[in-house]
């Protein structure tokens, strides 16, 4: 089992930047990889970005490449999701998973934080 609990989200104006954590219990958080997921209000969730399991690669959504950066401190059991340069299109609930990868490509496995809210306003 796996608990994800996210912290970090608020209001910013476009062009600023946020640091959004996730702290892991449960299952050794070095075990298993992690990503970031969104969803905006009437639109799916939709992966942001993923990292390894010793953090030593990652991986991005095209629309976040460049500005935001994933990281993770296996020694605090603490996800991290820099997020720069926000734009108002990144509003959304932003959650944290554990997950798993496959020829590359991560896949979200079935635990999930119960989300942040990010709002960036124009």
């Known amino acids: 089992q796996v608990q994800l609990v996210e912290s970090g989200g608020g209001l910013v104006q476009a062009g600023g930047s946020l640091r959004l954590s996730c702290a892991a219990s449960?299952?050794?958080?070095?075990?298993?990889?992690m990503g970031w997921f969104r969803q905006a209000p009437g639109k799916e969730r939709e992966f942001v970005a993923a990292?390894?399991?010793?953090?030593?690669?990652?991986n991005y959504a095209d629309s976040v490449k460049g500005r935001f950066t994933i990281s993770r401190d296996n020694a605090q059991n603490t996800g991290y999701l820099q997020m720069n340069s926000l734009k108002p299109e990144d509003t959304a609930v932003y959650y944290c998973?554990?997950?798993?990868?496959?020829?590359?490509?991560?896949?979200?496995?079935?635990?999930w934080g119960q989300g942040t809210q990010v709002t960036v306003s124009s």
């Open positions: 449960g299952r050794p958080f070095s075990s298993y990889p």
């Open positions: 990292v390894s399991k010793s953090g030593g690669s990652t």
């Open positions: 998973n554990a997950g798993f990868y496959v020829n590359g490509n991560y896949y979200s496995d079935n635990y």
